[in-house]
């Protein structure tokens, strides 16, 4: 039988954490980070396998997603607050080095927390994006856009174009993915195809098409992908959204300039002597670092790195559930970290 996952909450001051946990109190320890716009039964599988082989799996719903505190002002959703949470999280859990690994923007917590916190962790495993030292923000990302593919003019953004339209529309974009919860996440979590290679990016088009969903300014009705999420999880993220809706989640976006400065407060410049594994999606239109210069930073940041790169689009945890799995097991097993 699978480990049960159980549901845990640690309240400090400033923030209230929700977890999930599997697998011996005892065992070392593995936490996993999600990113936009999920929650932390994305790592089920992840957790099912690593719990089964002796590890303490934990997977916390980050700020402004699930059970933990959704705070209203914009800037509660900086890095630096997000890094602080799981700090505070981390100590609950004992403070022993950990393996963290993050998805999305759950990668630049892991490496802003791996910089600033190095004692913290002992290997880090990153899922579709990759790491930036000087944070992941627009300054950071458009320099290295493949102006072959997108010529700056008409695409000044590149790939990343949706992420200035939640800077200059922000509140339209929340209220399009807000129109109908269900509808947007089901049009949201689709697999990546090999069809992708070569060609523009819908997110580069958002600016131009007046929002992720044109006109119409509602997602498309589309069955979910129950490859991707188990019907009774896909329910609960469902749920999660109807309760927070996508205004905190978006608003991880809003805070570049002190996302900047916080990176660029850490020591080295934010180099990284940690073991660290980049999962790279072959299929991914928006980060896959093979087809731009997006991997360049981390490349010359990290002492350790091993690259890997699997078959899929953007959402590799649900995509390729075992082979990520297996990839971070071989890892392990290879780096000892």
Request: aromatic share 10%.
């Amino acid at each position: 039988m699978a480990p049960i996952l159980t549901a845990q909450t640690i309240q400090s001051p400033r923030h209230r954490t929700h977890y999930w946990e599997a697998g011996p109190a005892d065992g070392p320890l593995m936490v996993f980070i999600h990113g936009w716009p999920e929650i932390g039964l994305m790592w089920r599988a992840q957790m099912e396998v690593f719990a089964s082989d002796g590890w303490r799996c934990i997977a916390p719903d980050m700020r402004g997603y699930g059970g933990s505190s959704a705070p209203t002002l914009s800037e509660d959703y900086a890095f630096e607050e997000i890094v602080q949470d799981m700090v505070e999280l981390h100590d609950h859990l004992g403070g022993g080095a950990a393996i963290w690994v993050g998805h999305d923007l759950g990668c630049p917590v892991i490496g802003l927390l791996a910089a600033h916190h190095p004692d913290r962790s002992r290997g880090i495993v990153l899922l579709s994006v990759p790491y930036l030292p000087r944070s992941f923000a627009l300054p950071s990302l458009i320099p290295l856009v493949d102006r072959t593919l997108y010529p700056a003019d008409p695409y000044p953004d590149g790939q990343w174009d949706y992420y200035r339209f939640y800077l200059t529309h922000f509140d339209q974009t929340v209220a399009d993915f807000n129109a109908d919860i269900a509808a947007t996440l089901s049009a949201i979590y689709r697999r990546g195809s090999p069809e992708s290679i070569g060609q523009i990016s819908r997110s580069a088009k958002v600016t131009a098409l007046g929002g992720w969903f044109g006109a119409a300014r509602l997602a498309p009705a589309i069955a979910p992908d129950t490859a991707l999420w188990p019907a009774a999880d896909f329910d609960a993220l469902i749920a999660a959204f109807r309760v927070t809706g996508f205004r905190p989640g978006n608003a991880w976006y809003l805070n570049d300039a002190a996302n900047i400065a916080y990176a660029d407060r850490a020591p080295d410049g934010g180099g990284l002597r940690q073991p660290l594994l980049f999962i790279n999606g072959a299929w991914d239109s928006i980060c896959d670092i093979n087809r731009s210069r997006l991997g360049e930073p981390m490349r010359n940041a990290c002492a350790q790195l091993t690259v890997t790169t699997i078959e899929a689009g953007h959402w590799l945890p649900l995509e390729r559930k075992a082979e990520v799995s297996e990839t971070i097991a071989s890892w392990l097993h290879a780096q000892k970290p």
